[in-house]
């Protein structure tokens, strides 16, 4: 009985040892031998794996490869009462500018996503806070292939990113004080666009420079949204070359991701001095558009164009955002037309357009100047404000206007060579708010004040005018009144002539007859 109770306990002492030693050599091998760079642990993508620190100065390191270019993303287990912190490294044991740590009153996990470029990297998993000392940790890494992220570390100029025109990056400022590098190549003269996106309640700061590194511009900052992801876009124009986009984080706009890409328009841009007067205008044809960029509140575009025929001219001025600037048309003479006219008949001869900031509206958002037109003679022929300056016109022919202010007047003139029933007529598709006509004489007297609509009206032989104007509610304010474009013609029908305006033309001609009739 001695004997039996002697060996069931040297038996239960060696099942002790035995597992004692068990735990101590798994303990071992799990965390000796993979606290260095030289002796990392290497991990595969899309595994969870488990660690643990034997104490507060243990370190474990992993190994991995990038065989792609892509975005990393790591994950690490949240504990409570308990956090560690990950660094990563570079091939060369060269440590990244950052790190991150674990949530010690957090669940789920701390992650963090990272653009890096096809290579072999570590990462380094350390106490950060709380007795981390043989408790359990779990670390994941992903990868996503791609040569659309972000390449850190791209925190200098020389070791900026190269991204290519038309392309939509990704990235991730890592911390606060990271700064993210970007090289531009632009092909040839023209105007680059910057467009950044931004989460809702982030904000970055950006800015330009040339090959050498100099600024081109100042730190502008990206539109902030409180409830979405908003877009910046910013307009330059270059030479060709090379220059450099820097972006930095604002407040709590690290970590989170933001993209950017490089539009370019290729085309000869007037600088901002070389167009900014009526005498330096740039020089444009009609029926083409051109694209331009508004440097500064205070920046103007003058624009040159000649009509070689008369007709009708409509301006147009298109930004992909918001309307940015408004537009001022001038005669030959640099006299203004009185309204920021649109659509306007015009006779032949050299036009400017003005281009100028909204103003408080001003963003740097480049602009397309379209200027259409159909020549043609039966438009009127602005200014014709004024009886001197009326747009002759025929009878029974069908003529275009457009009213194009509360106060505006358009003045016709036409002849009838003999007496005639006249009444004025109005095309179908004119508003129904037409405008009011008064006929005039030559001198601009009043010589009937009723509707031209109704009924036929007699006139002598003679030159009359025509004025249209605003219904009369709109003649004390613009407020109400919006462009009015009107067809019209003026029918006239000539008078049957009377017996003593009827002359007969008698002429004396040689007979075809003998004057004698032959005898027989």
Known sequence: MFIQTNQKRFTLISLLTIAILLQLQGAASANSGDDSIATAKPIAFNQTYTGQLSN???????????????????????????SWRFVLYNAKGVKFPWSEHTHEFASGNTESNIGLPAGKYFIKVERNGGNTS?????????????????????????????????????????????????????????????????????????????????????????????????????????????????????????????????????????????NSTLATAASVDVNKAYTNMLQHNSDVDFFAFTLPHSGKLNLFILSSGDPIAQFQLYDRNGKPFQNALSHIGLPAGDYYVRISPFEGNFNRTAYSLQI??????????????????????????????????????????????????????????????????????????????????KGKLRLEAGTYVLDFSPQSKYLETDFLFSENNYKFKINATSLPLTPDQVQLEFKQSRSIWPTKLPTS
Do not use: W
């Open 56 to 82: 507060a100065n243990d370190a474990n390191f992993y190994a991995f490869v990038l065989k792609t270019d892509g975005k990393l993303n790591i994950s690490l287990s949240n504990v409570s009462n308990k």
């Open 134 to 274: 043989n408790s359990p940790f779990k670390i994941k890494l992903s990868f996503t292939s791609s040569s659309l992220f972000e390449k850190e570390a791209n925190d200098a100029l020389l070791s900026a990113n190269p991204i290519a025109i038309n392309q939509e990056y990704h990235a991730h400022l890592q911390h606060l004080e990271d700064k993210d590098y970007y090289q531009l190549s632009v092909p040839a003269n023209g105007m680059a666009s910057i467009v950044i996106s931004s989460k809702a309640n982030c904000s970055y700061l950006f800015q330009l420079y040339d090959s050498d590194g100099n600024a081109l511009t100042r730190q502008e900052r990206t539109r902030l949204s409180e409830k979405a992801t908003s877009y910046t876009t910013y307009n330059l124009k270059l030479s060709a070359g090379t220059y450099y986009v820097s972006i930095v984080a604002l407040q709590s706009s690290a970590k989170n991701e933001y993209t950017l890409q490089a539009k370019f328009q290729k085309g000869d841009f007037p600088d901002d001095d070389q």
């Open 372 to 453: 259409q037109f159909q020549p043609g003679d039966h438009y009127e022929q602005e200014s014709n404000d004024s009886v001197l300056t009326s747009t002759h016109l025929l009878t029974n022919s069908l003529y275009e206007g457009a009213l194009q202010h509360g106060g505006d007047h358009d003045y016709y003139q036409f002849t009838l060579p003999s007496s005639a029933y006249v009444n004025l007529e109005l095309a179908k598709e004119t508003a129904a708010q037409h405008p009011q006509a008064h006929l005039l004489d030559i001198d601009g007297h009043s010589i009937h004040d009723g509707d031209l609509m």
